[in-house]
């Protein structure tokens, strides 16, 4: 049965939408890639409204919202499946050690304790602590039992999870989500939700980075019977979040690394350091555990929630510092909107599209899927006729979760001059340029001021890594590429063509080394488009590693000598779950629309179009060549036979 609602993400988020789906009546199913690598795990479950200082009112009042719902909701959930949340109205006190300035927000209840008031309330904190605010209407809830209790309510109210299955695209058709691609294919729903946490903008453009936190626990020594302390610390740099089963949690580092795993000797140090400072005892605790996580930060540190550019399309993330305390109400907002279509009027404090000016490429979300290769389509054939002309539907290059109307991608290299290549982009009707990482750094000849050349508010950028010859050099070239690209205006653009080439005669990569490399990269959240030999089982591997497309090569880069790999190229297309998009070595538009054919997804051709006598000119039928290749594709090639078969009909001839 096709599901009413189809969730991406296992988190506190998508799980506590999935439940209020499920009560007001709806089919919903659970897609996670990984439950146990969800940022729900690795809080504190603090529940800190008030001890936060959110200066921003909207958010203060969708935290009080969801703080107050806080009781009830755990009860429901505690009462569908007899499991406790470890949901605890315990207050939280935030000691401080130099008089405070005035609060900025001051509407939140809170206490001032000067010093022998909190040594009385607290005893035991560090001696330069001068005295404290009390927030007695904070708590925390233990955030791990609360995910264990909400996939079990869910599975109890018969919501389907399906854990281990990674959504690798959004597939979108005339402005509708008609799918989600996976591992284990295509699975489509009648309504999609996006609760994906730090990793979201792998699947649209959206403003989202991980802003990683290391935390250790602690346990209460045996012989101190009763717990010695019965409500949060909120310190500088620190919290310390006791639990009732005699655990104390502490936490947390804000780093912004990307995906970087571990914990790190600096990380708990500092961590260690501002604890022993705060509540000194602490320093001969055992030490329980030590992890790390994964925050969705949005760069105003709010939300995204509500509807998307598809109507049957919500989002859910970003929720950054306090996606705990905010998963009661988000989940009431959500599950309103997609069930009920009621926008409770919050809401449009955390649309998506407050990011529109600042985000070039949130004008992609708006991009529908045509048949047209680019911008630039005045063209005098029958190409122009929209593709319902046809009664063929292309859903668009889809890559990283992101659509592009044009199946070509162009480079910069190699053009007389700059004006010709901005010339030929255009005429290319491309909307993908790659652009070399290390040439653009080091202002290398007919790379100067090529940044500023393009307007990358219409085209998205593709950092390659050219020049590097081991994965090392590959992975902090990809690195530079991000600064890149976000310097660029382009915030949200983590693509990288990955190329690892060590030999200078043929250009032929490593695929080791590319291999290595992916894997990384990936790690670190980057969209990776590697460069490889037309080998369909190291295609396999890299797609397997979570990389967005592979690019095989048709021959050596700037050969020009055509499609050569054909046989393996028809392989990997074959086997392929993510585009396939052919690279290097086509020499004329006929060789591009013969990979077309073939079932690529698209094309990157540089030198045919940069070398040519008349560039744009070529730039144009490379543009054609892509469309016509592409529709043929669609349409379906007639079979080849051994023997002619007339095209007239053999009967009712005249006979002599
Ligand atoms: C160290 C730390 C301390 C924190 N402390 C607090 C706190 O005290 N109080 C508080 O309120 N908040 C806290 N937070 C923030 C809070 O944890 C997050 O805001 C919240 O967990 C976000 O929930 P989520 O469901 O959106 O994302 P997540 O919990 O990260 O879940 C997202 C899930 O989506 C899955 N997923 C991602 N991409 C795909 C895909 N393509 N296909 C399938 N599945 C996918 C992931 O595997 C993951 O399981 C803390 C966070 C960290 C890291
Ligand atoms: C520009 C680029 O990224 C290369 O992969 C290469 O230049 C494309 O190959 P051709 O130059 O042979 O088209």
Same mark, same amino acid.
């Given at each position: ?11 506190? %988020?998508?799980?506590?939408?999935? %439940? ?17 690598? =969800? ?47 470890? +949901? ?23 206490? &001032? ?46 919501? *389907? ?8 695209? %959004?597939?979108?058709?005339?402005? /509708? ?20 946490? @730090? ?21 209460? #020594? ?5 717990? #010695? ?31 970087? !795993? ?22 001969? +605790? ?12 949005? !760069? ?23 996606? %705990? ?130 307007? &990358? ?16 050099? @590959? ?33 032929? #990569? ?20 590697? +460069? ?22 048709? =021959?050596?880069?700037?050969?020009? /000598? ?28 006929? *060789?591009?629309? *013969? ?20 560039? !744009?000119?070529?730039?144009? @039928? ?5 469309? =016509? ?19 007239? #009909? ?7």
């Amino acid at each position: 049965m096709t599901s009413d609602v189809l969730i991406i993400g296992g988190g506190v %988020i998508g799980l506590a939408c999935a %439940i209020e789906l499920k009560l007001r009546g709806a089919n919903v199913t659970v897609l996670c890639r990984d439950f146990s690598a =969800a940022a729900s795990h690795a809080a504190a479950g603090m529940l800190a409204s008030d001890a936060e200082n959110i200066p921003n009112e909207a958010m203060l009042s969708l935290c009080w919202r969801s703080r107050a719902l806080y009781p009830e909701w755990t009860a429901k959930l505690e009462k569908l499946t007899g499991l406790s949340t470890g +949901y605890w109205p315990c207050g939280i006190l935030a000691p401080v050690y130099q008089q405070p300035e005035t609060r900025t927000n001051d509407q939140s209840p809170a206490y &001032w304790l000067d010093k022998s008031a909190i040594e009385l309330y607290q005893p035991g904190l560090g001696a330069d602590v001068i005295g404290g605010w009390w927030y007695p209407e904070d708590g925390q809830v233990d955030n791990r039992a609360l995910a264990q209790v909400l996939r079990n309510a869910a599975q109890s109210l018969g919501v *389907e999870l399906k854990d281990g299955i990674k959504v690798e695209a %959004i597939a979108q058709q005339q402005g /509708q989500v008609i799918g989600v691609q996976t591992n284990t294919g295509l699975i489509r729903a009648a309504h999609y939700l996006l609760a994906a946490g @730090a990793w979201a903008n792998e699947l649209l453009p959206l403003p989202i980075r991980p802003r990683k936190g290391q935390m250790l626990s602690l346990q209460v #020594p045996e012989f101190l019977p009763e717990l #010695p302390l019965t409500r949060v610390l909120f310190g500088e740099n620190i919290y310390i979040v006791p639990r009732r089963n005699r655990s104390i949690i502490l936490g947390a580092t804000s780093e912004d690394v990307g995906f970087t !795993p571990h914990n790190t000797p600096g990380g708990i140090q500092s961590l260690l350091q501002a604890a022993i400072r705060l509540y000194p005892q602490l320093e001969n +605790y055992p030490i329980q555990e030590l992890w790390w996580g994964f925050r969705p930060a949005t !760069p105003d540190e709010l939300p995204i929630l509500g509807n998307s550019h598809c109507p049957n399309l919500t989002l859910a993330t970003g929720h950054y510092r306090n996606g %705990i305390l905010l998963a009661p109400v988000t989940a009431t907002l959500i599950a309103d909107l997609i069930w009920s279509q009621t926008a409770d009027s919050l809401l449009t404090n955390f649309h998506y599209s407050r990011f529109q000016s600042q985000a070039s490429t949130t004008s992609m979300l708006t991009h529908s899927a045509n048949f047209t290769n680019g911008n630039r389509t005045n063209l005098s054939t029958n190409l122009s006729l929209p593709s319902s002309e046809f009664h063929i539907q292309d859903s668009g290059l889809i890559i990283a979760g992101k659509t592009f109307r044009s199946r070509l991608m162009t480079g910069t290299g190699k053009y007389r001059s700059i004006e010709e290549m901005q010339r030929s982009v255009v005429a290319s009707g491309c909307q993908i340029v790659t652009v070399a990482v290390r040439r653009v750094q080091t202002k290398a000849a007919g790379h100067e001021g090529l940044a500023e050349a393009l307007d &990358w508010s219409k085209i998205w950028m593709l950092p390659n890594t050219a020049g590097c010859q081991t994965a090392e050099d @590959a992975i902090r070239v990809a690195r530079l590429g991000r600064e890149m690209a976000k310097l660029l205006g382009q915030e949200d653009n983590n693509f990288v063509k990955l190329e690892v080439i060590p030999d200078a005669k043929y250009l032929l #990569p490593d695929p080791i080394g590319t291999l290595q490399a992916a894997e990384q990269l990936v790690k670190e959240g980057f969209a990776v488009l590697p +460069y490889i030999n037309a080998d369909p089982m190291l295609a396999k591997r890299l797609e397997e590693v979570g990389c967005a497309t592979v690019m095989p090569l048709a =021959a050596p880069i700037g050969s020009g /000598q055509g499609l050569k790999t054909t046989a393996n190229i028809q392989i990997i297309i074959e086997n392929a779950n993510i585009p396939v998009v052919v690279d290097a070595g086509i020499g004329a538009p006929s *060789e591009a629309s *013969e990979a077309m054919e073939l079932g690529a997804d698209a094309l990157l051709i540089n030198s045919a179009i940069a070398l040519a006598q008349n560039a !744009p000119a070529m730039a144009y @039928a490379m543009n054609l060549a892509t469309v =016509a290749g592409r529709m043929a594709y669609l349409a379906g090639r007639m079979p080849i036979k051994d023997y002619a078969s007339a095209s007239s #009909p053999v009967t009712g001839t005249i006979t002599a």
